[in-house]
Each structure stands twice: as structure tokens, then as C-alpha cells.
């Protein structure tokens, strides 16, 4: 005899989630008999490929990503150098200033009074940044003789950049910060647990009907949610949002006002600093104030894993720039093409395989992203010291780099190993960043999380600096040698390979089967809360969710990257770029004019 046990229910599968698709649904019956009769015959079943296909699709946790990037670089730093083989590879800017002071009048060899004090200006050429070095048979720089370094064509890929796969994996609170309010010039020092930093532009000393409050960052905030600041008054910590931004375009996601109903002393003064947290309900401050911190990223993958190709014929809209160096106007007399800039694009894929199976994000969720990781490695030797931030610190702080980038502020250090090699010349040392390993660590954007909402939203992004290294080219500039400008890039490029629910869960555990184990518990409520993860090719009416093509029990998510090595003097005057002989032709939009009449 066959039994069911009559405490089992059956959901149905459309209430799982919002807009969850309707199935068959199955149960197993189980056998209670102890004899059956024999069968002298076989039996045949019909399957749905459609079916299996779907299940082994669900079943499987291996992804195999691929990205196309599309590099955008404007080179923008002239300097000088003396060592020979970059010397002799620039793209000059004042060559025939420099060719008339190194060869003497009627005679083609350099003059020997004054060859070794003649500044040869340019730019470091387009291949020195690109993501596949192609200059393998120049003479005297990467071939024999007199060379730099022998050329490997098998590290053609790995010379410039070193590419990765990984995912965030946990959470640092304690990461110290700082940024300038590009306006004002106000900075602030924080901790990231502190929560966001803020000054008060209109205080309660001007007797406004509004307390104004701007952020170097977006804030998140929505009218009718709380602020909980760092401050207090009369004992009050918090306070209601009343509305966002002033009469600036766009400032609804940097301002947001308090109603000002007579407050008195200093707390709420012009000027006042402090750091506030965003609470939804201020009733319920417990479960819905939100947490702040850096996201860290834990490295999958080795070096050897990526497989970077060139992206077929195609190449970005810009073009490149190069132009030729006759000879005479040469320090070794010799013609050639040099490029300032490129318009190559790449496709960057990993020969290992990654099971996100026993994989957790840094919600103890199972992963919805990984990040293709770039790490700038500057093999040979033209920068040193790569340094970190996040997106506010790029603003600029009296038109010049931020305090934060200076090489003494060990804050903005990048844990990479940092090796050093002498040239086949005998020079040296040049500087490089070696390979990271599977399993090491690096940090993230800076992060919002609400466990009532069970949303992360990305405050700012991670940002590195690559620095010249001034022993061997010498920029133009009078800022501090300690805090060069530099160029900026984002390391972490995310991928979505799942998706979480737009709609919230809530449940009793005596009440709801299935409950996750990521799930949020709500004191106050006494129950779950939590967004269901969608199975792979299903995408709701809002767009949410992924399909990504599935092959040999694996996955294949793709997406296209631009990948932009930023100058960081490229939203300042002309009179402030550092443009050697040559004036850097860097444009500027004016902020627009606000009044009565807009």
C-alpha cells in the first residue's frame, strides 16, 4: 500500500516570489509495500529535454565569464628623461628645440658638451599603458643591443596589466577615509563605519526655514526617511529628511535639508561637520538604520587562468595618434612611427573553471556577482608605488592632487607585492607590482547596506592611481614630489551571473518552508526578511534577472567593459596641466548659470 502523510502542504509554485513563473509540481510518493510483482518486460519513459536541460541548468554552479574591453586612454603628461632607451622612444613634443641643442651646427653626432644636459621632452608612447604590448623588435629598447630589457613575446599580455577573476567576500568597517568637498575645499577624515561625511551649507545662524546639509557623495536619502548624525541636539540624535537638493541642477543626490524649527546653539551652525547614518523608519531605527564599509574582494583566479586576445578587428571610435620621427630630429638618429594613443579593444576569458558552489558574498548570500579584476603591473619600470582610493577622492584639492594620494599617507598604499629588477644596462632599480595569488585580498567600492530594504547600493567606486616614477622621468610641474598627479582606473568590473528578487520576503519559520539561510531576522517583527534569488534564465516584468547562455554543465556570462586610464589633472584649467613645452589641450564645461530666469 502507498501512503502520503497527511501533514505534507504543497505551495504553489507561483507564490514562491513576485512574479514567479508557474511549474509542474511533483511529490514522491513512497512505498509502503513490502512485495511487488514482477515485471517481464521493460518500460520506457518519455523526457522533456526542455526539462532536463533546466534542471541540470539550476543544478549547476561553474562559470566560465568572458568580457570585452574597450580601453580608452588619453595620454596626457609630458616630461623628461635621461636614461637612454626611454629617451629614445618618446613621442616628442619639442624636438627641434632639443635636436638643436644636442647636435652642434653641420655635424650629426650629439654634441658632447651638452648631450648630457639636454631635457629630451614627450610622452611616454600609447604601448607603454596598453593591455598587449606590441613593440617587440624596437633596438635599443627591447631588443639587443644596448636594450632594456629582452623582449618575451609569450609576456606580451602581462607586461603592462594582470587580470583576474573575484568576488566580495567580507566587509571592513574600520578603513580610514578622506575627501575634499570640491567647491568648498572642506575635507574630512572618517572611519567607514562612521557613515557618511557631511557639511552644514545653510546653518540654523542664517534663520532659513531649512538646515542644509551637503555630502561629498550621493546620500541615499529619500524624504520622509531619518538622519542619524554623529551630533546631537538636547539630546536628539535624530532627525527627519524634509526635502532634497537646492536650486543647483542635480544637487537632490549630494543635499538634503532638515526643517529648521528654531533651533538655537552651535550644533546646526554654517560650517558644522560631522558624519550621519540613513534610517527608514525612525520607530523602527533598529532594523532599518544602514551600516557602512568597504567591500573587500577575495582573488579566484592565478595569472596564468586569464587568457587576454585581441577583440577581432574591432577598435574604438577615437583612433590613434601617431606621427613620425625623422631622424635628424632624434637623439639616436633614427626615423620611426611613434603612437600617443591607441583604439585597441581586447577579450579577456580564464582557462580555469570557478564553482561559486561553497561561495558566500560579503551578506553571507551565495554570489550574485563576480568582478573581472585588472591590476596594473608597470613591468617595465616607468611607475612606482600604485596607489588607492575611492571616486571622491579624484576630486581636486586646490587644483592639485588630493593630500590623500601623497606617498607618505600609507591609507592610500595598495597591498601588491612590489619588486624591483636592474636593467640589462646595469641601471636601476625599476620598480613593478608582481602577480596576485588565488586566495589573496584587495579592497572595494565603499558600500551601503539596510537589512530592512536587503539592498546594497554602491556609494563610491575603488579607484587606483598609477604614478610615474620621478628617478626616471621627470614630470613639469611645481606640486609636491611626494604627491605627483597621475592617472586613475577602476580594478573591479562587475558581472551579474544572478538575481535577487525586487520583492521582499517575510515569514514565520513555523509558518514558511524554504526560509534561506541568508535571512534577515527582524526583532521587532518577529519574523524573516529576505529576497528570494531568481533561477537562472528567468527575468521578471521589471527586467530583473539573467540568462546567460549554459553549455557542458557550465555557465557563460558575458559583458562588454570600457576600461578608462584617466588623467587627473583633466577637469582643470589649462594654465594648471602639466604640459611641459607643449600646453595640454584639456577641456573644461563651465557650471551653468542659475537665475530667476531658469
Not at 77 to 87: D, M
Not at 205 to 222: A, S, Y
Not at 341 to 366: A, K
Amino acid at each position: 500500500m502507498m501512503t502520503v502523510d497527511p501533514s505534507t502542504r504543497i505551495i504553489e509554485s507561483t507564490q514562491r516570489y513576485k512574479s514567479a513563473p508557474k511549474v509542474d509540481q511533483f511529490i514522491n510518493v513512497p512505498f509502503a509495500q513490502t512485495s511487488k510483482d514482477l515485471i517481464e518486460y521493460d518500460r520506457s519513459v518519455d523526457l522533456s529535454l526542455a526539462t532536463v536541460f533546466d534542471e541540470e541548468r539550476q543544478a549547476s554552479t561553474i562559470f566560465r565569464p568572458v568580457t570585452k574591453f574597450t580601453v580608452l586612454f588619453e595620454n596626457a603628461y609630458t616630461g623628461s628623461t635621461k636614461y637612454v632607451p626611454y629617451r629614445d622612444n618618446l613621442y616628442y613634443t619639442n624636438e627641434l628645440n632639443n635636436a638643436i641643442l644636442y647636435y652642434p651646427s653641420g655635424n650629426f653626432g650629439p654634441n658632447p658638451s651638452t648631450v648630457q644636459t639636454v631635457q629630451w621632452t614627450g610622452f611616454p608612447q600609447y604601448y607603454e599603458f596598453d593591455f598587449i604590448r606590441t613593440d617587440n623588435d624596437v633596438i635599443g629598447y627591447t631588443q639587443p643591443p644596448n636594450n632594456h630589457l629582452d623582449f618575451k613575446n609569450v609576456s606580451a599580455t602581462t607586461y603592462n596589466w594582470s587580470h583576474y577573476l573575484s568576488y566580495a567576500f567580507i566587509n571592513d568597517y574600520n578603513k580610514n577615509l578622506f575627501a575634499v568637498e570640491p567647491n568648498s575645499q572642506i575635507n574630512w577624515s572618517w572611519v567607514a563605519s562612521d557613515g557618511l561625511p557631511y557639511y552644514i551649507m545653510v546653518g540654523n545662524d542664517l534663520n532659513g526655514l531649512n538646515i542644509t546639509f551637503k555630502c561629498p557623495v550621493e546620500h541615499g536619502l529619500q524624504v520622509g526617511e531619518f538622519v542619524l548624525l554623529s551630533t546631537n541636539y538636547n539630546g536628539t540624535e535624530m532627525f527627519q529628511v524634509s526635502s532634497l537638493g537646492d536650486t543647483g541642477d542635480g544637487s537632490d543626490a549630494f543635499i538634503f535639508n532638515i526643517k529648521n524649527i528654531g533651533y538655537t546653539g552651535t550644533t546646526f551652525q554654517t560650517n558644522s561637520q560631522g558624519t550621519f547614518k540613513r534610517v527608514i523608519n525612525a520607530a523602527n531605527s533598529g532594523d532599518t538604520v544602514s551600516e557602512y564599509y568597504i567591500r573587500k574582494h577575495r582573488i579566484l583566479t592565478n595569472q596564468e587562468c586569464s587568457v587576454l586576445v585581441n577583440a577581432g578587428f574591432e577598435r574604438n571610435i577615437y583612433g590613434d595618434k601617431r606621427k613620425c620621427e625623422i631622424k635628424v630630429l632624434t637623439p639616436n638618429n633614427k626615423a620611426r612611427v611613434s603612437t600617443k594613443e591607441g583604439n585597441r579593444s581586447y577579450t579577456l576569458s580564464f582557462n580555469c573553471d570557478v564553482d561559486i558552489q561553497p561561495l558566500r558574498d560579503n551578506q553571507g548570500r551565495p554570489l550574485s556577482e563576480l568582478f573581472f579584476t585588472s591590476i596594473w603591473r608597470g613591468y617595465f619600470g616607468w611607475t612606482k608605488d600604485l596607489k588607492q582610493g575611492w571616486y571622491f577622492n579624484t576630486f581636486l584639492e586646490n587644483k592639485k592632487p588630493q593630500s590623500w594620494w601623497d606617498d607618505n599617507n600609507v591609507n592610500s598604499n595598495v597591498i601588491v607585492n612590489q619588486n624591483s629588477y636592474v636593467s640589462l644596462l646595469g641601471s636601476g632599480p625599476f620598480f613593478y607590482n608582481d602577480f596576485l595569488q588565488s586566495g589573496d585580498t584587495i579592497d572595494g567600492d565603499y558600500c551601503e547596506w539596510n537589512n530592512y530594504e536587503q539592498l546594497e547600493r554602491v556609494i563610491s567606486l575603488y579607484q587606483h592611481k598609477i604614478k610615474y616614477n620621478p628617478l626616471w622621468f621627470t614630470l613639469y610641474n611645481d606640486f609636491l614630489p611626494t604627491n605627483q598627479p597621475g592617472y586613475f582606473y577602476q580594478p573591479h568590473s562587475a558581472i551579474q551571473i544572478a538575481a535577487f528578487s525586487d520583492y521582499i520576503e517575510e515569514g514565520d519559520s513555523s509558518n514558511v518552508v524554504g526560509i534561506p539561510d541568508y535571512a534577515y531576522y527582524s526583532t521587532m517583527a518577529a519574523l524573516f526578511r529576505w529576497r528570494d534569488k531568481y533561477p537562472y534564465g528567468f527575468i521578471d516584468t521589471d527586467g530583473i534577472g539573467v540568462d546567460y547562455p549554459f553549455l557542458n554543465n557550465a555557465h557563460y556570462p558575458y559583458k562588454n567593459t570600457i576600461f578608462r586610464i584617466t588623467p587627473e589633472l583633466y577637469n582643470i584649467p589649462n594654465d594648471y596641466a602639466i604640459s611641459g613645452s607643449v600646453p595640454l589641450n584639456i577641456t573644461t564645461i563651465a557650471e551653468p548659470t542659475t537665475d530667476e530666469c531658469e
